[in-house]
C-alpha cells in the first residue's frame, strides 16, 4: 500500500511570512509530484507540480523534491491571508495513474 | 481555461435509491477519473477510465458502481443501491497523456 503522509499541520503564519509545508513518500519509485490547494468544500486546485530532483519555482510558490529522502515540500512565500486553504500533497501510481493523496496540511495566515 | 463540469453540484437521494452523477471533462482530455472525499478525510481514488473501459478501480469502487462514457463528452457514476456511507463529495477528474489531473467542482452526494 503506497503511502503518503502528511504529519505536521495545522499550521498558522503572519501575513507576509513564509509557510513551508512538508510530505514524505513510501514508493521510491514514485515519479512525479503534485500540490493542490483545496478550500473548504471546494475541490483539489493544481497549485504546482515537480518530477525532478531540487527546486521549482513558480511565483510565490516553490516546490521542492529529494527522492533519496522520499520527501517533498512546498514553500510560500509572502503568505497571504487568501493563501489558508488545506494543501495536499498527491503522488500518482504511475503515469496516468490514480493518485494517491495525504490528508492535507490546513494553513491558515494571520493578517 | 477549460474546466471540468460537475452536475449536480448537490444531490440528495434516499437509501437503496441509485444515483448517477454526471461530468464533462476537458473536451481534448483522454483520462478520465472519479474520487470521493468523506467530510473530513482523504481524497480517495475510485476509478479510472481509458480508451472506453475502466483501467483501475479500487476496492471502494464494488458492483455497486459502475461509469460510462455515454458519448463524446458525458463520463457517468452510476451507484445502484445507496448506502448511507456513500455520502460524501464525489469529484470527478481528467487529464491529457502525461499531464496533471484537473478536478471539477463536486457533487455533494447525501444519503438520507
Known amino acids: 500500500q503506497k503511502e503518503v503522509e502528511q504529519n505536521s499541520g495545522p499550521l498558522s503564519v503572519p501575513e507576509g511570512a513564509i509557510a513551508s509545508l512538508n510530505c514524505t513518500y513510501s514508493?521510491?519509485?514514485?515519479?512525479?509530484f503534485f500540490w493542490y490547494r483545496q478550500y473548504s468544500g471546494k475541490s483539489p486546485e493544481l497549485i504546482m507540480f515537480?518530477?525532478?530532483?531540487g527546486d521549482k519555482e513558480d511565483g510565490r510558490f516553490t516546490a521542492q523534491l529529494n527522492k533519496a529522502s522520499q520527501y517533498v515540500s512546498l514553500l510560500i512565500r509572502d503568505s497571504q491571508p487568501s493563501d489558508s486553504a488545506t494543501y495536499l500533497c498527491?503522488?500518482?501510481?504511475?503515469?496516468?495513474?490514480?493518485?494517491?493523496f495525504g490528508k492535507g496540511i490546513t494553513l491558515s495566515v494571520r493578517p | 481555461e477549460p474546466e471540468v463540469t460537475q452536475t449536480p453540484s448537490h444531490q440528495v437521494t434516499q437509501m437503496g435509491q441509485e444515483v448517477i452523477l454526471r461530468c464533462v471533462p476537458i473536451?481534448?482530455?483522454?483520462?478520465f477519473y472519479w474520487y470521493r472525499q468523506i467530510l473530513g478525510q482523504k481524497v480517495e481514488f475510485l476509478v479510472s477510465?481509458?480508451?472506453?473501459?475502466?483501467?483501475?478501480k479500487s476496492e471502494i469502487f464494488d458492483d455497486q458502481f459502475s461509469v460510462e462514457r455515454p458519448d463524446g463528452s458525458n463520463f457517468t457514476l452510476k451507484i445502484r443501491s445507496t448506502k448511507l456511507e456513500d455520502s460524501a463529495m464525489y469529484f470527478c477528474?481528467?487529464?491529457?497523456?502525461?499531464?496533471?489531473?484537473?478536478f471539477g467542482d463536486g457533487t455533494r452526494l447525501s444519503i438520507l
Open positions: 498527491a503522488v500518482p501510481a504511475g503515469a496516468n495513474s490514480k493518485l494517491t
Open positions: 477510465f481509458y480508451n472506453n473501459e475502466i483501467s483501475e
Open positions: 515537480i518530477y525532478s530532483n
Open positions: 473536451s481534448n482530455h483522454l483520462y
Open positions: 477528474a481528467s487529464s491529457d497523456q502525461h499531464q496533471p489531473q484537473h
Open positions: 514508493d521510491r519509485g514514485s515519479q512525479s
